[in-house]
């Protein structure tokens, strides 16, 4: 199990086809494994953020964007 208080790690965790990003299917995916669950309001926010963060809109969250929110 990897230690879920290390950015890196968790981010390995999230993104499942380890390319970089986490996409909204991942994300939930990750969540529901840590038996939390995951709203599409909840989903729509976090991944607006994201994309308003780097301004790519483009639905995925990268490693650089995941670090700007763990650090929150």
Known sequence: MPDLDDPTA???VFDGDADGYITREEFVRA???RGEEVTAAELDSIFKVSDEHDG?????ISFAEFLVA???
Do not use: A, H, Y
Not at 56 to 60: E, I, K
């Open 10 to 12: 968790t981010f390995k």
């Open 31 to 33: 969540m529901n494994s």
């Open 70 to 72: 763990w650090n929150k």
């Open 56 to 60: 790519d809109v483009d639905g995925r």
